[in-house]
């Protein structure tokens, strides 16, 4: 019997289907070390890995206004231009809101003390009938723990240079992101296979778009949410409404959690400045605008950028929070999309039963 046979033979003697069931555990095996070593370099980068992700979402959003601006522009300029108004519309925006919060912080501030008054009145001459003195152990006890929460003087200064200098690497990164993204990408693609570069670089282009989808999806979302929460703020008379609404904005961008949070403060605020009237208004416009937000705004926006299960979406939001904190679960649905958008068109283009029967398919 020649070689080919009992090489035939064996494979006859092994079930086609335990052959298959080993690859499929190898390969198993193979991308989970791979997702291993690359999320333990990643918390080790931590600084590097948040500072690129928050670039590549920066230059989702900026992407289309460094393209207008290339087509009259050389493309440093249009990058450095389009760089230069994304600082110039955070440090304006961050002038105006200290301009404001500077003249209403007192009154808040006494707002708030007496409020708090209030309730310890509540706790000892209402139905509890507390005394005096457990409320004021209780409300020592809190202020000890809210003191002992805080951060030291010099972790604060090091969370502070740490941030800056991510900042710093991130606009560096995008700067180069909206120079010469597509450049670097045809790179990254001419070191793998010569066989799989066409594939690979249209799973980037099928990543891309869906990152770019996602992130001014958040944005409109983002926007609608501020502006309608915030109308609904003035008319109530809420303090710091703009403030608040700045922080429904930032809030829209993580996912589930981000507008719970974030209403819940507007809700608080209202609470201790104008009674608990105006505030069960405000909870009300913040639950009918998140309905609108959920059941209309987020299927026509972002129905095609993000097809991910809730279920999924918390996970994502909640591993990015604890791995990398604020700015990790602000990054994790956007991977998790991108993943998924990659490994789909990585699938469409794998193998099919034309190739499995030894004939070869053509390329997309």
């Known amino acids: 019997m020649t070689g080919a046979g009992v090489e035939d033979a064996e494979r006859e003697l092994v079930p086609r289907w335990f052959r298959r069931a ?3 555990c190898a390969g198993l095996l193979v991308i989970g070390a791979t997702v291993w070593v690359l999320g333990w370099i990643a918390l080790q980068l931590a600084l590097v890995t948040l500072s690129v992700a928050t670039a590549l979402l920066l230059a989702a959003l900026l992407s289309p206004l460094a393209r207008l601006l290339h087509r009259v522009l050389p493309a440093w300029l249009a990058a450095g231009l389009s760089v230069l108004f994304l600082v110039g519309a955070v440090a304006s925006t961050g002038y105006l809101l200290e301009q404001r919060i500077r003249g209403q912080l007192e009154n808040l501030a006494s707002s708030l003390t ?5 309730i310890r009145d509540w706790l000892v001459t209402g139905p509890l009938a507390l005394r005096p003195e457990q409320v004021d152990e209780v409300r020592a006890r809190l202020v000890d723990a809210l003191r002992g929460a805080a951060p030291s003087g010099v972790t604060a200064a090091n969370t502070v240079i740490s941030v800056l200098s991510g900042l710093l690497i991130a606009l560096f990164v995008l700067f180069f992101f ?3 993204g597509t ?8 070191v793998g296979p010569a066989a799989h570069r066409e594939r690979l670089e249209e799973a980037g282009l099928r990543g891309w778009e869906t990152l770019s989808r996602y992130i001014r999806g958040v944005v409109v979302i983002a926007v609608a949410d501020a502006v309608l929460i915030g109308i609904g703020l003035v008319v109530l008379g809420v ?5 608040l609404s700045l922080l429904v904005f930032l809030g829209a961008f993580v996912p589930l959690l981000g507008a719970t949070l974030s209403g819940a403060v507007a809700v608080l605020v209202a609470l201790v400045t104008r009674g608990p009237v105006v505030a069960l208004l405000v909870l009300g416009v913040v639950l009918l605008v998140q309905n609108v ?5 987020q299927p026509f926006v ?10 999924v979406i918390l996970l994502a939001v909640t ?3 604890v791995l990398f904190g604020v700015a990790g679960a602000v990054i994790a649905v956007p991977l998790v999309a991108v993943a998924r958008s990659v490994t789909e068109s990585l699938r469409s283009h794998g193998v099919t039963g034309d190739e499995e029967a030894g004939e070869p398919r053509s390329p997309a």
Do not use: C, F, Y
């Open 183 to 190: 450049g670097m990408w045809r790179s990254v693609v001419a």
């Open 319 to 321: 591993a990015g929070w």
């Open 293 to 297: 937000e959920g059941n209309l705004l």
């Open 239 to 243: 303090p710091l409404a703009l403030t």
């Open 22 to 24: 080993v690859v499929v």
């Open 302 to 311: 972002q129905s095609r950028a993000v097809k991910l299960h809730p279920v």
């Open 114 to 118: 007496a409020s708090i008054n209030s």
């Open 178 to 180: 909206l120079k010469d």
